[in-house]
């Protein structure tokens, strides 16, 4: 079932590969420029109306029906030839309605044990419910968000931060599913501020636990690092109670950046507490290195750090000494009259057993390396404990022999040394542009919290980037010079923006780093005719590649500082050539 989105794909993503050549020799011998920028221009057409379905709350069966329509309007003209084809969009439209719910359950039905309940699509993401022996399952955008058991994870996710402060009035909890500790927190008496981004997982979270009726409790839909960002209180414990960090998304609540706005709105003994996955039995080198980054990044910004072991090892962080005696902890807990089904004097000797802390202790370092929103290595140590059945560095050298094998297939391909120039130029600055748009994805939520609808405005306001440089290029002067000039200006002033910048501002960054690709292309197809696929495939390499690199490897491992400066580097290398071979 994992392999399905592929093969889903894959027919659609051909097809539409083959279309830009079918247009191309239809259109004649403008057909390759006029093609490249039709479906520019489409692009950001479809995303800009996407953008508005999205932001009305449009299912995917109302996506799937539109796009249909619009693509059986050209078939129509074809009266007799795509008679077929328009038969299948028909189906397609017929059998749409309730298509959501279709297509989850066949992604899901080969989860063991499981059964599909029901799916819902936000503007946030896709939610998926699921059944296991009367345990229900939330999953945010394939992630686990909540369960209904076991209660012993919600249980003692609370119970810990709220035993180490002396007196907690007030708790923040991000993230985890309502169930998962605001019942706990209020038997303490504290105020609960529960924060959560989707109201539709709130929506779906009441419909199976029920509500929470309760003066004292709040619970916010939005993003929780924005929310933390303008909090209208502080707090005594605040529990992030968040999946490990396996994407980029989910780093942005393990970096330095993040815990330092934490502690911003903290009272003064305040205690904080985030969670990873371990275990007291056998740590993985990989699980070792992720596990270590983020405790070396909670101790930069908290003078003590106390690691709770299991298979789900607490951090509880303070600046103030911290409690590692079960007794005196079950001391408090009673003192307080505070009762738990898990949580008891026996469960908090294993928990706090100490040769366990002792071999999980010796098996954390402090390393020089920190997770921060420029550098988001946590999600790169989390893949790698992942793919620890594979070697990582096996991984990365297969991305870089896909890199080294295009272009060697460039050089094939092509003929005569302007036309493999264009062809790499091209290729580059495909690289090159989804390294932007990552970046440009890393910042806006580092900057802003969430950043799933916003992706389709980077992405459509790209496209038409690209769209207008392709009209623009072949007007203007020595193009392959300027745009790799100026492309090399941009990465250099691109990190810049971090600090000054709005929302909309992307918008405009993005438009810029299209024009970029659009112009080069233009550039090349006027220096050398018949070869618009070659310059096409050119690019679309160049974007995959720059995109899996970016992603897995450059972005988390040497930051977006260094990976603007080396991307601006190696442009203006090839401007130098640009200008030495007189290229345009």
Same mark, same amino acid.
């Given at each position: 079932?994992?392999?399905?989105?592929?093969?889903?794909?894959?027919?659609?993503?051909?097809?539409?590969?083959?279309?830009?050549?079918?247009?191309?020799?239809?259109?004649?011998?403008?057909?390759?420029?006029?093609?490249?920028?039709?479906?520019?221009?489409?692009?950001?057409?479809?995303?800009?109306?996407?953008?508005?379905?999205?932001?009305?709350?449009?299912?995917?069966?109302?996506?799937?029906?539109?796009?249909?329509?619009?693509?059986?309007?050209?078939?129509?003209?074809?009266?007799?030839?795509?008679?077929?084809?328009?038969?299948?969009?028909?189906?397609?439209?017929?059998?749409?309605?309730?298509?959501?719910?279709?297509?989850? @359950?066949?992604?899901?039905?080969?989860?063991?044990?499981?059964?599909?309940?029901?799916?819902?699509?936000?503007?946030?993401?896709?939610?998926?419910?699921?059944?296991?022996?009367?345990?229900?399952?939330?999953?945010?955008?394939?992630?686990?968000?909540?369960?209904?058991?076991? @209660?012993?994870?919600?249980?003692?996710?609370?119970?810990?931060?709220?035993?180490?402060?002396?007196?907690?009035?007030?708790?923040?909890?991000?993230?985890?599913?309502?169930?998962?500790?605001?019942?706990? @927190?209020?038997?303490?008496?504290?105020?609960?501020?529960?924060?959560?981004?989707?109201?539709?997982?709130?929506?779906?979270?009441?419909?199976?636990?029920?509500?929470?009726?309760?003066?004292?409790?709040?619970?916010? @839909?939005?993003?929780?690092?924005?929310?933390?960002?303008?909090?209208?209180?502080?707090?005594?414990?605040?529990?992030?109670?968040?999946?490990?960090?396996?994407?980029?998304?989910?780093?942005?609540?393990?970096?330095?950046?993040?815990?330092?706005?934490?502690?911003?709105?903290?009272?003064?003994?305040?205690?904080?507490?985030?969670?990873?996955?371990?275990?007291?039995?056998?740590?993985?080198?990989?699980?070792?290195?992720?596990?270590?980054?983020?405790?070396?990044?909670?101790?930069?910004?908290?003078?003590?750090?106390?690691?709770?072991?299991?298979?789900?090892?607490?951090?509880?962080?303070?600046?103030?000494?911290?409690?590692?005696?079960?007794?005196?902890?079950?001391?408090?807990?009673?003192?307080?009259?505070?009762?738990?089904?898990?949580?008891?004097?026996?469960?908090?000797?294993?928990?706090?057993?100490?040769?366990?802390?002792?071999?999980?202790?010796?098996?954390?370092?402090?390393?020089?390396?920190?997770?921060?929103?420029?550098?988001?290595?946590?999600?790169?140590?989390?893949?790698?404990?992942?793919?620890?059945?594979?070697?990582?560095?096996?991984?990365?050298?297969?991305?870089?022999?896909?890199?080294?094998?295009?272009?060697?297939?460039?050089?094939?391909?092509?003929?005569?040394?302007?036309?493999?120039?264009?062809?790499?130029?091209?290729?580059?600055?495909?690289?090159?542009?989804?390294?932007?748009?990552?970046?440009?994805?890393?910042?806006?939520?580092?900057?802003?919290?969430?950043?799933?609808?916003?992706?389709?405005?980077?992405?459509?306001?790209?496209?038409?980037?690209?769209?207008?440089?392709?009209?623009?290029?072949?007007?203007?002067?020595?193009?392959?010079?300027?745009?790799?000039?100026?492309?090399?200006?941009?990465?250099?002033?691109?990190?810049?923006?971090?600090?000054?910048?709005?929302?909309?501002?992307?918008?405009?960054?993005?438009?810029?780093?299209?024009?970029?690709?659009?112009?080069?292309?233009?550039?090349?197809?006027?220096?050398?005719?018949?070869?618009?696929?070659?310059?096409?495939?050119?690019?679309?390499?160049?974007?995959?590649?720059?995109?899996?690199?970016?992603?897995?490897?450059?972005?988390?491992?040497?930051?977006?500082?260094?990976?603007?400066?080396?991307?601006?580097?190696?442009?203006?290398?090839?401007?130098?050539?640009?200008?030495?071979?007189?290229?345009?």
């Amino acid at each position: 079932y994992k392999r399905q989105p592929f093969f889903i794909l894959f027919p659609l993503l051909t097809s539409l590969g083959a279309q830009f050549v079918f247009g191309y020799r239809e259109l004649g011998k403008k057909g390759a420029l006029e093609a490249y920028m039709y479906e520019a221009f489409g692009g950001a057409v479809s995303g800009i109306f996407l953008f508005i379905l999205f932001s009305t709350g449009a299912s995917n069966s109302l996506i799937v029906i539109v796009a249909s329509i619009i693509t059986l309007i050209p078939l129509l003209a074809e009266k007799k030839r795509y008679i077929f084809f328009a038969c299948i969009f028909i189906s397609l439209l017929f059998f749409s309605g309730d298509i959501e719910n279709r297509t989850k @359950a066949l992604e899901w039905s080969g989860w063991k044990g499981y059964s599909f309940v029901e799916c819902s699509q936000s503007k946030y993401g896709n939610i998926v419910v699921m059944r296991s022996e009367g345990q229900i399952s939330v999953y945010d955008n394939g992630i686990l968000f909540m369960s209904t058991k076991p @209660a012993e994870f919600k249980e003692d996710v609370v119970h810990i931060p709220m035993l180490e402060h002396s007196s907690p009035e007030y708790v923040l909890i991000v993230g985890g599913g309502i169930e998962s500790g605001i019942r706990e @927190a209020l038997k303490y008496g504290s105020y609960v501020d529960y924060v959560t981004l989707d109201p539709k997982l709130i929506e779906i979270s009441e419909k199976y636990l029920g509500k929470i009726k309760s003066e004292k409790v709040r619970i916010i @839909a939005m993003d929780g690092r924005a929310w933390i960002k303008n909090a209208d209180r502080r707090y005594d414990v605040v529990i992030i109670n968040m999946p490990d960090p396996s994407n980029a998304q989910i780093n942005r609540y393990y970096t330095v950046e993040f815990y330092r706005e934490v502690k911003a709105i903290m009272r003064e003994k305040g205690v904080i507490l985030t969670k990873l996955s371990s275990s007291t039995v056998y740590m993985s080198e990989e699980m070792k290195e992720r596990n270590s980054l983020i405790y070396s990044t909670l101790k930069r910004v908290f003078r003590n750090v106390l690691v709770v072991p299991g298979d789900t090892m607490y951090m509880v962080a303070s600046d103030r000494e911290l409690v590692t005696s079960p007794e005196e902890l079950y001391r408090r807990m009673v003192e307080r009259n505070v009762s738990s089904y898990f949580v008891n004097l026996p469960y908090l000797r294993i928990k706090f057993y100490r040769p366990y802390m002792e071999y999980t202790m010796k098996n954390l370092f402090e390393t020089r390396e920190i997770n921060s929103d420029l550098k988001p290595s946590g999600y790169y140590y989390t893949l790698k404990l992942w793919l620890r059945g594979f070697s990582s560095k096996f991984v990365n050298y297969t991305l870089y022999f896909l890199f080294s094998l295009s272009i060697i297939l460039i050089f094939i391909s092509a003929r005569g040394f302007k036309e493999i120039f264009s062809s790499i130029s091209i290729f580059w600055i495909g690289f090159s542009e989804m390294a932007v748009q990552f970046i440009l994805v890393i910042l806006f939520q580092s900057l802003y919290g969430y950043v799933y609808l916003w992706i389709v405005a980077i992405s459509s306001f790209t496209m038409l980037g690209i769209g207008v440089g392709a009209y623009s290029g072949k007007r203007i002067k020595k193009p392959i010079h300027t745009s790799l000039c100026l492309f090399s200006i941009y990465m250099f002033l691109l990190p810049i923006a971090i600090d000054f910048s709005f929302p909309y501002l992307f918008i405009f960054l993005s438009f810029f780093s299209g024009l970029f690709p659009g112009i080069v292309f233009s550039a090349s197809i006027k220096i050398e005719k018949d070869v618009g696929a070659l310059y096409y495939i050119s690019d679309l390499i160049g974007g995959s590649l720059g995109s899996l690199l970016v992603a897995i490897t450059l972005i988390p491992k040497f930051g977006i500082e260094s990976c603007s400066i080396g991307f601006a580097g190696i442009s203006l290398f090839l401007f130098a050539i640009a200008r030495f071979v007189k290229c345009d």
